[in-house]
């Protein structure tokens, strides 16, 4: 973890930025140590949440034996007399007697005493009424516990809860799961220079990440209102210590955007230092997306609460995204961090030195390979509006077609599972 404090700003602006892997693993190893309290919601309301505890299920999965055709449900050798039907959701009667049987349908409780349960197209019926047929060796049932005993875990703690844990849950007898509360965000926008719409004219230009973020940050899980993203906020100290004391009142996470750098209207650092923050990163060693930061302070409550500094640059700001604010956010969701996936490169990617190169691709998920896309520039977003992700080229190395290389995807939907 960072020894350094805010009153060491200024030396920190001197210091070697961070190892690209190493800023990694140790904001998520932050966020995990600050993991938000647990609580209990609906099933319905669980989608994109993540599970606090083991989920297990209260009974044993199927909790009685079930015909897993629609047949007859038969007690000793044929003929059988029909003394009955078992529907889905019926407890039947014991059968009692050899030779008798009751129709039944998929899904329903199997009758206790039956020794069989024969498939409706391999049975017939006798002109006096009884059934014949020959039952399959094989039980045409489902046995208690076949699934699932009662108590086993089933999905650790960390688990994304999709529409299939839902349904999962719901099969084991659960109206509620166990989940981490989702991540409050928002986002401050910084620069004078910025429209809020319209085309770029006379020298300003166009806020793309104002609309753009809160996006990111909803596909990473966290809840982010409209009311939630400020700006353009004004170019003065002042003005950003308040917008962000106003932020952090509410928000668990706070997003800024651009004035990272140490220059004459760069006031977050300045900003930072009069809240008493203190540096968990700040600058990365990757390329693009230099400079980023991530800062926390302790609330009034006890709670800590974090600032991610992104670049002022579209490109590079959605880099310290996924380079910071979603591995923090997977660690505060109590989720493993996530592990990169390797694709082949299909074209050469050159290298940035000693800093590690964060390279847009388009994967082909069928052939295994990323392809690097065209207009990357750190302002520009036409690549990254047709890339899938970034691929990961160490420093001191390029990357070359043929190349097994890292990929830090982007995400699609909240909770979404990586390929």
């Known amino acids: 973890m960072s020894t350094e404090t805010s ?20 904001v998520y190893e932050v966020g995990l ?17 993540t599970l606090a ?30 003394v009955g039907r078992v529907l889905a959701g019926t407890t039947p009667a014991p059968l009692t007697e050899d030779g008798t049987t009751v ?28 059934v014949e047929g020959v039952p399959r060796p094989a039980p045409e049932w489902r046995l208690p516990g076949e699934e699932a005993a009662a108590g086993e875990e089933l999905l650790p703690a960390g688990t994304p809860v999709d529409p299939s844990v ?9 109206d509620t799961l166990r989940v981490r509360a989702q991540p409050r965000a928002a986002l401050l926008v910084f620069g004078d220079e910025l429209l809020t719409s319209g085309p770029p004219a006379e020298g300003r230009i166009r806020d793309a990440l104002g609309p753009a973020v809160p996006a990111w940050l909803r596909r990473y899980g966290c809840q982010v209102r409209t009311t939630d993203v400020v700006g353009p906020v004004a170019d003065t100290l002042p ?52 400079p980023m930061l991530l800062a926390r302070v302790v609330g009034a409550d006890g709670r800590t609460r974090f600032i991610a500094g992104l670049p002022g640059n579209p490109q590079s700001a959605v880099i310290a995204l996924v380079s910071l604010v979603a591995p923090l956010l997977a660690g505060l969701a109590g989720r493993p961090i996530p592990v990169l996936a390797h694709a082949t490169l299909a074209g050469p990617v050159p290298g940035r030195g000693d800093y ?15 392809h690097p896309v065209r207009h990357v520039g750190s302002a520009m977003l ?23 290389v890292p990929v830090v995807p982007l995400p699609l939907f909240p909770g979404e599972r990586t390929w």
């Open 103 to 130: 129709e039944i349908a998929t899904g329903a409780m199997v009758p206790t005493g039956a020794s069989a349960v024969l498939r409706v197209e391999e049975s017939r019926r006798t002109p006096e009424g009884f």
């Open 33 to 49: 140590a600050a993991a938000l309290p647990a609580l209990d919601v609906p099933l319905a309301e669980a989608d994109g949440h």
């Open 166 to 174: 839902i349904g999962l849950a719901a099969s084991c007898g659960h």
């Open 7 to 26: 009153s060491d700003a200024d030396l920190a602006a001197l210091s070697p930025p961070l190892v690209w892997a190493q800023a990694r693993s140790r």
């Open 382 to 404: 036409r690549g990254l509006s047709g890339a899938d992700g970034f691929a990961v080229i160490a420093p001191g190395t390029s990357g070359a077609a043929g190349d097994r």
């Open 356 to 370: 590690t190169h964060l390279a847009l691709v388009r994967l082909d998920r069928v052939a295994g390979t990323a």
């Open 239 to 290: 003005a950003h210590e308040a917008a962000l004391r106003q932020a952090l009142a509410e928000a668990d996470l706070v997003c800024t955007t651009g004035g990272t750098m140490h220059g004459p209207v760069d006031h977050l650092h300045p900003a930072l230092a009069a809240l008493g923050a203190d540096y968990v990163v700040n600058t990365v060693a990757v390329r693009p997306g230099f």
């Open 53 to 82: 505890e083991p989920l297990a299920p209260r009974t044993d999965l199927p909790a009685f034996p079930t015909s897993s055709v629609d047949g007859w449900a038969v007690r000793g050798p044929g003929p059988w007399r029909i």
